[in-house]
């Protein structure tokens, strides 16, 4: 059985920075569409970043201030998050598409209202608490 576990969330007061690490227990994260989502109370599910194959992506919330980066010799994906902000409080989930392992073909992983898996083809982490404080 596939499974993400996420660590490295945290307090800090805002201007502050945090990186999240997901480590997946397989050797297969170089196959994977990879995401990092957050939720905030009241608020849908945001998509905060991507990396595939294709490259990297991030929401507009978050441009120029976190990263996103992978290391398949240690199957971690992270996020560096850098110049937080209150608004950046939520719980970050690592999710994973393997799309390419089980079905052969990529699907990237969407944006959706809940940050839950809504595939079998996906695999989601338990989440991890970030709050900034101003």
């Known amino acids: 059985q596939v499974k993400l576990v996420e660590s490295g969330g945290g307090s800090v007061q805002a201007g502050g920075s945090l990186r999240l690490s997901c480590v997946v227990n397989?050797?297969?994260?170089?196959?994977?569409?990879m995401a990092w989502y957050r939720q905030a109370p009241g608020v849908d599910c945001e998509l905060v970043s991507t990396?595939?194959?294709?490259?990297?992506s991030y929401g507009d919330s978050v441009k120029g201030r976190f990263t996103i980066s992978q290391d398949n010799a240690k199957n971690t994906m992270y996020l560096q998050m850098d110049s937080l902000k209150p608004e950046d409080t939520a719980v970050y989930y690592c999710?994973?598409?393997?799309?390419?392992?089980?079905?052969?073909?990529?699907?990237?992983?969407?944006?959706?209202?809940?940050?839950?898996?809504?595939?079998?083809?996906?695999?989601w982490g338990q989440g991890t608490l970030v709050t900034v404080s101003s």
């Open positions: 990396i595939s194959s294709d490259g990297a």
């Open positions: 397989r050797r297969e994260l170089m196959l994977y569409d």
């Open positions: 999710a994973a598409s393997r799309a390419q392992v089980i079905a052969g073909t990529r699907i990237p992983l969407s944006r959706r209202r809940r940050c839950e898996r809504t595939s079998y083809l996906e695999v």
